[in-house]
């Protein structure tokens, strides 16, 4: 069942994209940039997806005793609020409405556009709190390797997204932007992945191999 679920999700990342490339042709980045663009509607549904995904998934930790519930319940939220993000474009609002009028700069890293320090505090806050979560995770290596992906995907597209686009040309900005836009997309397929993983384990351990039914606050040991 996992392998099944992690290839379809990673062949539903590829097709995806790939389709959207193609559709776009020949300007492409008209279906993979923007905020009314498909490739942003596909994110932000995977991240809402995610984000039940993960809530469903502290509910069923807090029901069987296991530690995390606290965790995935912020996952969710976390997830939620990228969604958010993504669908209306919060970060970038707040860039061009208010850091970019007062003309800010951040000088300390050379290729960061003007106001980009926004996202990278965010992501920098996220890695901040990854042990948290990382501890969480470890007892579930399908959970634990699908989060990792996400968070280096999402690494590399802060920083893609944080370089200043007056260093490419029209067409090298076109084509960052969309690659950017896809290497994005499995990042949230990678989160959407790690919490459906881990549903798969908390279902299998709350259902016994016989298939009958078991109290779900019994069904697995309280671990400390």
């Not at 996992?2 to 042709?25: F, N």
């Not at 990278?120 to 501890?135: F, K």
């Amino acid at each position: 069942m996992r392998v099944r679920a992690a290839t379809a999700l990673v062949l539903a990342w590829v097709l995806g994209s790939v389709l959207l490339w193609v559709v776009g042709l020949p300007e492409f980045w008209e279906s993979l940039t923007g905020e009314d663009s498909a490739m942003t509607w596909l994110q932000s549904v995977v991240l809402v997806v995610a984000a039940v995904s993960a809530l469903v998934v502290a509910w069923l930790t807090h029901r069987s005793g296991r530690a995390g519930t606290r965790v995935w319940c912020v996952l969710g939220v976390a997830y939620a609020g990228l969604a958010l993000d993504e669908r209306f474009t919060i970060h970038d609002r707040l860039r061009a409405g208010r850091l970019l009028p007062q003309g800010a700069r951040e000088q300390l890293i050379p290729w960061v556009g003007p106001g980009e320090a926004l996202l990278l505090l965010v992501a920098a806050a996220g890695i901040a709190a990854l042990p948290i979560v990382w501890r969480t995770v470890r007892e579930d290596p399908w959970a634990r390797t699908a989060l990792a992906i996400g968070v280096a995907l999402a690494v590399v597209t802060v920083i893609a997204d944080s370089i200043d686009p007056s260093v490419w040309t029209p067409a090298q900005e076109r084509l960052e932007a969309g690659l950017e836009e896809v290497v994005e997309l499995g990042g949230a397929v990678a989160f959407l992945a790690s919490a459906l993983l881990r549903l798969v384990t908390l279902v299998e351990d709350l259902v016994p191999a016989d298939g009958s039914p078991a109290p779900l606050a019994d069904a697995v040991a309280p671990t400390v």
